[in-house]
C-alpha cells in the first residue's frame, strides 16, 4: 500500500517540474522580445540572431524539464500501484531520446516553431 505522504512528495516535485518548465516560457518570451525590439531599433541582424540562441537553449532547457516531469509522473504511477519500493525518489536520468520526446511535445514545440519562424521573419525584414 503506498504511503500518502510518499506520493505528495512525488506530486510536490512534479509541480516544481511544470512550474520550471513556464519560467522558462516566459522568460524565453521576454528575452526575445527585447532582443527583437533592439536589433530592429539598431538595424543589426546579429541582436536579432542571437534570439535563435535563446530560442534554441531555452527549448533544450523546457524540454529537459518535461522529460524529468514524465519521469516522475512514471514513478508516481508505480508507487501508486505498489510497483515501486517505499520512498523511492529515485528516477532514471533522462536521456536523449527523453528530451527528444519532449520537444515534439504539442507544449513545447507549437511555442518554439512560432518563435523561430517569428524570428526569421524579423532576420528577413531587418
Known amino acids: 500500500?503506498?504511503?500518502?505522504?510518499?506520493?505528495?512528495?512525488?506530486?510536490?516535485?512534479?509541480?516544481?517540474?511544470?512550474?520550471?518548465?513556464?519560467?522558462?516560457?516566459?522568460?524565453?518570451?521576454?528575452?526575445?522580445?527585447?532582443?527583437?525590439?533592439?536589433?530592429a531599433a539598431s538595424k543589426r541582424s546579429a541582436i536579432i540572431a542571437l534570439a535563435l540562441y535563446v530560442v534554441a537553449a531555452m527549448g533544450l532547457l523546457d524540454s529537459y524539464y518535461?522529460?524529468?516531469?514524465?519521469?516522475?509522473?512514471?514513478?508516481?504511477?508505480?508507487?501508486?500501484?505498489?510497483?515501486?519500493?517505499?520512498?523511492?525518489?529515485?528516477?532514471?536520468?533522462?536521456?536523449l531520446k527523453d528530451v527528444s520526446s519532449a520537444l515534439k511535445s504539442p507544449s513545447t514545440s507549437i511555442l518554439y516553431s512560432a518563435t523561430f519562424i517569428l524570428i526569421f521573419g524579423a532576420l528577413y525584414l531587418i
Open 1 to 39: 500500500m503506498p504511503s500518502e505522504q510518499h506520493l505528495q512528495m512525488i506530486q510536490s516535485v512534479i509541480t516544481r517540474m511544470a512550474n520550471q518548465s513556464s519560467t522558462i516560457k516566459g522568460w524565453m518570451i521576454t528575452v526575445v522580445a527585447a532582443l527583437l525590439s533592439i536589433g
Open 66 to 95: 518535461l522529460a524529468i516531469e514524465r519521469k516522475y509522473r512514471a514513478l508516481y504511477r508505480s508507487v501508486a500501484a505498489g510497483l515501486a519500493e517505499q520512498w523511492t525518489m529515485d528516477i532514471e536520468k533522462p536521456g
